[in-house]
């Protein structure tokens, strides 16, 4: 088994877009737009032996505001520039009651099952409080990287960060040649 990264995706690897301070997916490819320091920090976690899976709901395309092939399209942008793994995607609306939808942990639990992977050495990064739900749930360590959205803040996330770099530096000061389990300081 093997440490993975489980990271959201709008918010933390592309820009979201911002309406009365609160965060959108992009419903168009081009207006889809990576973080700068995305690559960057990714390499720094491959490198250190972390699996990085990307795991996003996209309920727009479950309420039809949003064309399937658009997000797909984003979604494929993402995995070849990033070294990722695999784009998990809720696609379902936020009624469904789906078991992916997060803050439920099915993306993650099925992640874990298809690469086999040690959800205990594991860790969550995500800018919203499904991401810290869904990251709890599946019994990963979890990082908030708080972008000031108006909304409630997460419950309890085991690190609050400001930027995804921070995010990596956490992660790499705690796990790196300890995979077994340290809590994040
Ligand atoms: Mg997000
Ligand atoms: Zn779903």
Redesign the pocket.
Known sequence: MRPAVFLDRDGVLNLSELRAGKPYAPRRCADFQLYPEALPALRRLSDAGFLLIVVTNQPDIGNNLADPAEVAAMNAQLAAVLPVAEVVM???SQS?G????KPRP?MLLDAALRHDIDLTASVMVGDRAGDVAAGQAAGCRTIWIDRGYAEPAPSNPDRIVASLSTAVDAILANFRNDVSGDDIQ
Do not use: F, L
Request: glycine share 12%; net charge positive.
């Open positions: 809720c696609p379902h469904a789906c078991a992916c939808r099915g």
